[in-house]
């Protein structure tokens, strides 16, 4: 470009210098660069000068590589657990739960009867609706051989007697009688109370054994059985409630139970072997083959009611395992629908023989 620019210049100066001879006419013609100039004659330009070749643009310069991404940082180390915190307070106790529901009493039923039909004790309970009727029915029992005779009331020592006569002492109940009641009592709590008859119309109202409370519901049926030994020291006198049903599958089958209250025949004496009974209840009064209920005691107080076929039956007691030793022999009516407790009680023959006292349990009063 430099060039360029320069020969522009030149040829510029050359023509000013032209003009300037032209007009001065008497001066000698001039030499341009040694060529003649012929007035007149257009002076050729001199060549141009040729433009210096194109500086050839230089290459792009490649575009750089782009840079390797730079490797991922490495993860740093996970941090140090933290130490455990300390356990907290302990929490504060929680509320007493509520009390359990107080367990069935076995004597007690409504609807159906108990599995175990009796209880032992001075607290009883039966709510078994074995009557259909409002109030409750209550019979006794005197089963106790030494305890003498004995006045039973409810509520009082004079309140509600119970098959006695308070003002009349020949009604008192004796070892050996047959069952008292039934008697209607209200249902609801009492209190019952055994007295000794010397006691009792001497004026000494403190009970041999009460019970208390005796809660009967309406229809109920109850026995009282007093059994044990009154004497001994201490005494085991003690008091037996049965729950008493009235109902059969059908009225071609009666029902019947055996209650164990002969002391006596607990103890073993006289060569016997066992204080326990086998019972046979059949038809023909044979003993060989398997017994009724079989090892049955006193602590067993009782069998329980069975179901059979009405009829007349041979009740045969033996000692326990010992066929060939009857103990008590006995003929039972059961009638169709009927229902029946055998009560085993002493009698003066202490230990060597028992009678039976059987109660009809449909009875009313």
Known sequence: MLRRYLGVALVGASLVMVGCSSSDDDADP???????????????????????????DGTDGTDGTDGTDGTD???????????????????????????GTDGTDPNVASGTFPDVDFVSGTS?????????????????????????????????????????????SGTAINFGDDVVGPAAIPAGDHTVEIFKGGDFFQGNFTPAVALDPVSVGAGSSSTVIARGDALSDPATLEVITLVNDTATSSGDVGKIRVVHAARGFAIVFDGLTSGELDLFVNQDGVVNGTPTVAGFSYEDVSTGYVEVPAGDYQVIATEAGNSAR??????????????????VTDTTDFGRTANLIVIDDKAVP
Do not use: C, K, W
């Open 124 to 168: 009883v309970t039966n709510n078994y609706d074995a009557t259909g009727r409002d109030d409750a029915l209550v019979r006794i029992v005197h089963a106790s051989d030494n305890v003498g005779s004995v006045v039973v009331t409810a509520d009082g020592a004079t309140a509600m007697p119970i098959g006695t006569d308070p003002l009349d």
């Open 73 to 99: 940082g490495t993860d740093g180390t996970d941090g140090t657990d933290g130490t455990d915190g300390t356990d907290g307070t302990d929490g504060t106790d929680g509320t007493d739960g509520t009390d």
């Open 30 to 56: 001039v030499v341009d660069n040694g060529t003649d100039v012929t007035d007149g004659t257009d002076v050729t330009d001199g060549t141009d000068v040729t433009d210096g070749t194109d500086v050839t």
């Open 326 to 343: 009857a103990r008590i022999e006995a003929t039972l009516t059961v009638g169709g629908g009927s229902v029946q407790t055998i009560v």
